[in-house]
């Protein structure tokens, strides 16, 4: 644990009566920080700096334009570790139908371009978010090709996993070289499973831990097929608002490979079999 009583003096919260370690995922250390009269909720990156909370502040903050998400209360560091400090959420239960409508309020938040303003390269998969004009050029060359030479790295890779590779490549590169096939750049929060969604107690449904970038809102919702937690109510809501475009099961497996892949590289061979499931569909 990195947090003490020394180096809770220099955080810019007055008053702070108590700060003890909550659950928060395996990424950072996660504390429940309490005053006299409020309740926190601290991320901490040991060793990382402010940097590594910078593209989560910013992921927030495009978020919330159509999105109940946590509120940024402040973020710096102390020593060598960076800190993120929100507000506390009491989270409770709701509707999926209206957690679909706020995915897809947020995928109608479009751009000219696919990418970000900034790089994420201090996280364990570092991303690359140059912007691009084509779609194709930004997942192949910044998402997948990227994953595929980090798993080389990781001795994670094989003569069968970079043949079917290849032509899972150029059949994502023929089919969106297809002018009929145009996407349109949408903000995604760009790590959506269901462990970083929820809704308030009063049941409001909220975006948290965004990774977001501008891209095909598919990947999005490739995501939530991945590990479960959405039922059928969350796509008729999504549906209500921005119908997802025939032929997505067709596309479905190019943009899971993307997860999967991420997963393979941070977890090894628990997930070789999910990728190479997907592989050999081409």
């Keep these: 644990m990195t947090v003490n009583s020394e180096w809770i003096t220099h955080l810019p919260i007055k008053g702070i009566k108590s700060v003890s370690p909550v659950s928060g995922g395996d990424i950072n250390e996660s504390y429940c920080v309490k005053t006299s009269q409020k309740k926190y909720f601290m991320k901490v990156q040991p060793n990382r700096g402010k940097g590594f909370f910078a593209h989560e502040v910013e992921g927030l903050k495009l978020l919330s334009q159509a999105a109940l998400t946590p509120k940024v209360i402040t973020y710096g560091q102390v020593g060598k570790d960076g800190y993120l400090i929100l507000n506390w959420i009491d989270f409770g239960t709701g509707s999926q139908y209206q957690l679909g409508q706020t995915v897809a309020k947020v995928h109608q938040i479009h751009n000219k371009k696919f990418g970000l303003d900034h790089d994420f390269k201090l996280g364990k998969i570092p991303k690359n978010n140059h912007w691009q004009n084509s779609w194709t050029k930004f997942y192949i060359n910044q998402r997948l090709d990227p994953l595929v030479n980090l798993a080389k790295k990781n001795h994670v890779w094989n003569s069968f996993r970079e043949r079917h590779y290849q032509n899972l490549r150029t059949t994502f590169i023929k089919y969106y070289s297809n002018p009929k096939h145009k996407v349109v750049p949408s903000l995604l929060h760009g790590d959506l499973w269901f462990g970083n969604v929820g809704f308030t107690a009063d049941g409001k449904p909220m975006l948290i ?74």
């Design 209 to 282: 831990d965004p990774d977001a970038f501008f891209g095909d809102r598919e990947m999005d919702l490739a995501m939530t097929t991945v590990f479960g937690g959405f039922n059928d109510q969350f796509y008729k809501g999504y549906n209500s608002i921005y119908p997802i475009k025939p032929g997505f099961q067709q596309r479905l497996p190019w943009y899971q490979f993307n997860y999967l892949m991420a997963h393979l590289n941070l977890f090894g061979e628990t997930y070789g079999s999910s990728v190479d499931s997907i592989l050999s569909q081409y």
